[in-house]
């Protein structure tokens, strides 16, 4: 039998995303129509910048653990946050969650040394470019980081939470993340992570002038395949 996933949703663009990946893509293991149980809870986004903008990681944290016990009474066996941003409270929140989360970085970051990729762009929001979520897993692995200079990093974010999040994609912001993504390979970058769930949804990899890493679909198909291994595995 399948594990149940839980999904710890911040922003709704990205959750939906991830959503859809898991229950589309398991067909082709499970069957038609057949994916693994999966449990969605969704504290607005509105609180969860609240203390984003104040630098409060374990204020978002414990809305995050409200989540993860909604979604474990629910009868989750292990959770995912398809948000790259408040991953930076995962110290404050998993040593409480009552079931294990999968990390987005760590995922991209499997996924990055499998491509043999060593030096890598991080697009997200200005929280995650600037934080060391990407550098505390991809480092471990010997793959380096770097983000787009300053003014680079303000107009992404502006483009995230104006454009992205609310379901607004247009060309001219997607050949802006172009135009990154081709700096980015002057300094050296052979892949760049779209770290932040709304951006592959604007990027189009056969376009992008670098290999890109897809955070939320990653996410989501680690989470498949951890739901297809069965509940024996729970940790």
């Known amino acids: 039998m399948a594990g149940h996933v839980g999904i710890v949703a911040c922003s709704a663009e990205g959750a939906a995303l991830c959503y859809r990946t898991i229950a589309l893509e398991a067909q082709a293991r499970m069957g038609e129509h057949a ?3 999966v449990t969605l809870d969704s504290i607005p986004m509105a609180e969860h910048m609240a203390f984003i903008r104040g630098d409060d ?3 978002v944290a414990d809305l995050l653990l409200d989540s993860a016990r909604a979604v474990a009474a629910a009868g989750a066996d292990f959770a995912i ?3 790259n941003t408040v991953h930076q409270a995962f110290p404050f929140l998993t040593p409480r969650s009552p079931i294990p989360f999968l990390h987005i970085a760590d995922v991209v970051a499997r996924e990055a040394r499998k491509r043999g990729l060593r030096k890598l762009g991080v697009l997200g929001t200005r929280y995650l470019m600037e934080s060391e979520v990407y550098p505390a897993s991809l480092s471990p692995l010997g793959i380096e980081r770097e983000v787009p200079g300053p003014a680079d990093r303000e107009r992404i974010n502006t483009i995230i939470f104006r ?3 609310n379901g ?3 060309e001219s912001s997607r050949l802006y993340f172009n135009e990154v993504m081709e700096e980015l390979a002057g300094r050296g970058c052979d892949g760049a ?3 932040c769930t709304e951006i592959p ?6 376009d992008a002038p670098l290999p890109t890493l897809d955070s939320t ?4 198909r680690a989470a498949l395949a951890r739901a297809l291994a069965g509940k024996e595995i729970r940790s």
């Not at 949804?201 to 056969?206: A, K």
């Not at 679909?217 to 989501?220: D, G």
């Open 35 to 37: 994916h693994p149980r």
């Open 57 to 59: 990681w374990a204020g």
């Open 81 to 83: 946050c398809p948000d």
């Open 163 to 165: 454009e992205l999040v």
């Open 168 to 170: 607004i994609f247009t």
């Open 193 to 195: 992570v779209l770290g």
């Open 201 to 206: 949804l604007i990027v189009r990899p056969d």
């Open 217 to 220: 679909r990653l996410l989501a």
